[in-house]
């Protein structure tokens, strides 16, 4: 049973290019979160979709970030415009789709460590 | 006040002893805990969740949740070196997303 997958692993970018991350959940699983860690800083959450819908996206600064999760394929976490101060980890879990009652674990995938030159 | 804090640390205990690691959070209707362990450079990997108030084992791992006092820990009974990692806590509401605390770097010396 396959995990999280994510890709790129790592990624390089000039000051004023696009990154493209991607996110492919767990089996089973229909919710996905992006979260970004900042060298020496905790985790901090940016965005939350199911399919075809962003449910919260509390977390995301409000220029150049956008997400999406198709009906088909990954969901995409898009940043245009890189500065340096996007260098970050970026990590993606997912959970299942919650019924009454249940919680949601989420799984974390192995992340796209972004440097922005 | 930050949502859920924990002791950065870093802790150190000796090979085989019991390491202790504290979270608290600020809201109240926080519903689901979980504490993840993140090795340097790598993901978070879940290590528990606890909903309910009391203490839940997993080998040698034991998360305790006090509600009222806000309070959640994590005991790594006969600490190994391979537990070196920083351990994060983290909790949902009722939003779906993890809040976590800025994490406990934990070693465990041979």
């Known amino acids: 049973n396959a995990g999280v997958m994510q890709n790129p692993r790592h990624l390089v970018r000039r000051r004023g290019q696009e990154a493209r991350l991607r996110c492919s959940p767990m089996?089973?699983?229909?919710?996905v979160y992006w979260y970004r860690q900042l060298p020496e800083e905790g985790l901090k959450f940016m965005v939350y979709?199911?399919?075809?819908?962003?449910?919260?996206e509390s977390g995301m600064p409000k220029e150049r970030f956008s997400a999406e999760f198709p009906k088909e394929g990954p969901s995409i976490l898009r940043i245009q415009q890189v500065v340096r101060g996007d260098s970050a980890a970026y990590f993606c879990?997912?959970?299942?789709?919650?019924?009454?009652?249940?919680?949601?674990?989420?799984?974390f995938g192995p992340g796209t460590r972004l440097t922005v030159l | 006040q930050k949502e859920v804090e924990q002791n950065s640390g870093p802790l150190s205990v000796p090979e085989g002893a019991i390491a202790s690691l504290n979270c608290t959070y600020s809201?109240?209707?926080?519903?689901?805990f979980f504490w993840y362990r993140q090795y340097s450079g790598k993901s978070p990997e879940l290590i528990m969740s606890?909903?309910?108030?009391g203490d839940k084992e997993d080998g040698r791992f034991t998360a305790q949740l006090n509600k009222a006092s806000q309070y959640v820990s994590l005991l790594i009974r006969d600490s190994q070196p391979s537990d070196s990692a920083t351990y994060l806590c983290?909790?949902?509401?009722?939003?779906?997303?993890?809040?976590f605390g800025s994490g406990t770097q934990l070693t465990v010396l041979p």
């Open positions: 879990a997912s959970s299942r789709r919650r019924e009454a009652g249940l919680t949601d674990t989420q799984y």
């Open positions: 089996k089973g699983h229909s919710h």
């Open positions: 979709l199911q399919k075809e819908n962003i449910i919260d």
């Open positions: 809201d109240r209707v926080s519903q689901s």
């Open positions: 606890i909903y309910s108030n």
């Open positions: 983290a909790v949902t509401g009722s939003a779906r997303q993890l809040t």
